[in-house]
Antibody, heavy 120, light 107 residues
């Protein structure tokens, strides 16, 4: 059974940094690209970033370039998202998602998400 | 950057009736399109990928069609558990983009 479990969210102040984690199980982690997607309260889904299975390739949404960094540890089957200089508008549930197969960017499995609240 | 537009914003359908949701992509995205269902308090669930292929475990009442710029998700006979918000997502161009969602209400 595929399982994705995010952690690292919480209440932070504007300007803080945060690293989110996503522990994966139930599949061969290095074989699949992984993405982060966020959802602000009451809003739609916003794709943040993707990382290839080998970690050699990454891509970001334009609005996320510069403050967001995606990475992965294939030995620990863990995906990360570093967010720097947090802003109030970064308040959202952050999901990690497994891509359905190599070469496809459809997101087959999602974690339950971790809530990041940015407030002074 | 691809713009994804979903319509209608809200759809009220009686159980047993057909529901038809639309998604438009500009520019076109071939068949690199997915549909997701999200219920309140839950994570999104993949329903359809490659425009018309049902994901594992998705019942046959869900079907997808279209290519290029116009896509449709059809729920042939709406069940009470099908309420929620439905999103389309293109993956033909970077960055990946979602539509704004269609809320399906049970009439």
């Amino acid at each position: 059974e595929v399982k994705l479990s995010e952690s690292g969210g919480g209440l932070v102040q504007p300007g803080d940094s945060l690293r989110l984690s996503c522990v994966a199980s139930g599949f061969t982690f290095p074989d699949f690209s992984m993405s982060w997607v966020r959802q602000a309260p009451g809003r739609g889904l916003e794709w943040i970033s993707v990382i290839s299975g080998s970690a050699l390739s990454t891509s970001y949404a334009d609005a996320m370039k510069g403050r967001f960094t995606i990475s992965r540890d294939n030995f620990q089957s863990t995906l990360y998202l570093q967010i720097d200089s947090l802003r109030v508008e970064d308040t959202a549930v952050y999901y990690c998602a497994k891509h359905i197969y190599a070469g496809s960017e459809a997101l087959e499995y999602w974690g339950l998400g971790t809530l990041v609240t940015v407030s002074s | 950057e691809v713009v994804m537009t979903q319509s209608p914003a809200t759809l009220s359908v009686s159980p047993g009736e057909r529901a038809t949701l639309s998604c438009r992509a500009s520019p076109g995205v071939s068949t690199f399109l997915a549909w997701y269902q999200q219920k309140p308090g839950q994570s999104p669930r993949l329903l359809i990928h490659s425009a018309s292929t049902r994901a594992t475990g998705i019942p046959p009442r869900f079907s997808g069609s279209g290519s290029g710029a116009e896509f449709t998700l059809t729920i042939s006979s709406l069940q009470s558990e099908d309420f929620g918000v439905y999103y389309c997502q293109q993956y033909n161009h970077w960055p990946l983009k979602f539509g704004q969602g269609t809320k399906v209400e049970i009439k």
